[in-house]
């Protein structure tokens, strides 16, 4: 139809004469401020209807700003008190987490280990949020933020269990999901009380921004991310269709709320009992610094003549071999490590094993006075020790 209309409005002015299409022109041009008029007295009119329809639902937004507080004051308390580490208090830490602290997984979402970080989330948080939540209702804007923000922090835990994962990011990415969800019922309902594409337009620089932001590393992080925007469209999906005339019921927005929790407590428990390595391998490093010193201090007696061989045996049967073989105990103790850190615990695994044959070879070889055996000694030493190589350039835990 548009094309025949093209094809006919083409041929007429291409059979006026130039005073005709003169007049036309002119004609045109005089009902422009007209029709201008007429689009911003459409626009009033919406703006005012949707103005209404929010101040009857939800006159003053809470949980927005609520939110943003309590995301600035952790970190203001953490930048004030350098003692204080709201990452390791609050944050989503596999070992932690999964052995009783459940609730890291609500807390993480309110921590930030940088100033920009918390203004970009906070500020894309805002600028949606004080106008959605209106819409929507302040229970349904709270259930969908922490379904999506619980959700990827579950999926961030099996995929980072060694390292503290926290942030808000993902749970905003869920409240555009619900802005993307409440915007497509109300165009399909061609509602003119909800969220238009004009009010989308004016979001989308600070959103491409944040995307770009949060998105930019790929990997997993992404994939976090993600998860959080489909679970707040999925739920927006699911609540938001009689948004044009009335918040979502209670009794629908509990429905969801169980389901994410359903679906929280169903991923979780596959997760449950993650070991934390760190003690365990700063034990290690400590027993090889430890022992090591202790021998040379006496080897160092023994050249001077002043320590027998036979004490100098003892002192490694006596002494480094049992703290070794605790620590071999203590590492295979750990029966859930996290995946990032199985290579590690298995090179303290070996080292532990390849030091104890060295230290008992050394043993064996100063009882007899096999100075060959020595040689043997120091060759399976330096094998354990490049085994513990990179556990040293870890960190130590």
Request: proline share 5%; net charge positive; glycine share 6%.
């Amino acid at each position: 139809m548009l094309v025949s209309i093209f094809v006919l409005s083409a041929g007429a002015w291409y059979i006026m004469t130039p005073a005709e299409r003169e007049r036309v022109v002119r004609a045109v041009v005089s009902h422009v401020p007209k029709l201008k008029a007429a689009s911003r007295a459409l626009r009033r009119d919406h703006d005012e209807l949707l103005d209404k329809m929010l101040r009857e639902r939800t006159p003053w937004p809470l949980a927005t700003p609520l939110i943003a507080l309590l995301n600035l004051a952790l970190y203001t308390w953490m930048q004030l008190d350098p003692g204080v580490s709201a990452v390791e208090m609050f944050g989503n830490f596999g070992p932690r987490t999964t052995n009783g602290e459940w609730w890291r997984l609500v807390t993480s979402m309110f921590v930030h280990d940088s100033a920009w970080r918390l203004l970009l989330n906070m500020t894309a948080l805002l600028q949606v949020g004080l106008l959605l939540e209106r819409l929507v209702g302040s229970l349904t804007f709270s259930v969908v933020y922490l379904v999506a923000g619980v959700l990827a922090s579950l999926l961030a835990l099996s995929t980072s269990q060694g390292t503290p994962v926290f942030g808000a990011s993902a749970a905003v990415f869920g409240i555009y999901g619900l802005l993307m969800a409440s915007w497509m019922w109300g165009a399909c309902q061609r509602a003119d009380s909800t969220i238009r594409l004009r009010t989308i337009k004016a979001f989308a620089p600070l959103a491409m921004v944040f995307s770009v932001v949060n998105l930019a590393g790929g990997g997993d992080r992404s994939a976090v991310e993600c998860l959080g925007l489909a679970t707040g469209f999925a739920c927006g999906v699911l609540m938001a269709r009689p948004v044009r005339v009335s918040k979502p019921s209670t009794r629908r927005v509990a429905t969801i709320a169980a389901a994410g929790a359903y679906l929280a407590i169903v991923a979780s428990v596959p997760l449950r009992g993650v070991s934390d390595v760190r003690p365990t391998l700063a034990k290690v490093l400590g027993i090889e610094q430890r022992t090591s010193a202790a021998y040379d201090a006496a080897l160092v007696e023994f050249r001077a003549g002043r320590l027998p061989r036979q004490q100098l045996a003892q002192l490694i049967d006596r002494q480094v071999l049992p703290e070794l073989r605790i620590a071999r105990f203590d590492v295979q103790a750990l029966s859930r490590p996290p995946r990032e850190h199985q290579p590690l615990v298995q090179a303290a695994e070996i080292y532990t094993l390849r030091r104890m044959e060295s230290w008992k070879v050394r043993s064996r070889a100063l009882r007899n006075a096999d100075w060959r055996q020595l040689q043997n000694a120091d060759a399976l030493e330096r094998a354990a020790l490049q085994r513990l190589e990179p556990i040293r350039s870890w960190g130590g835990a």
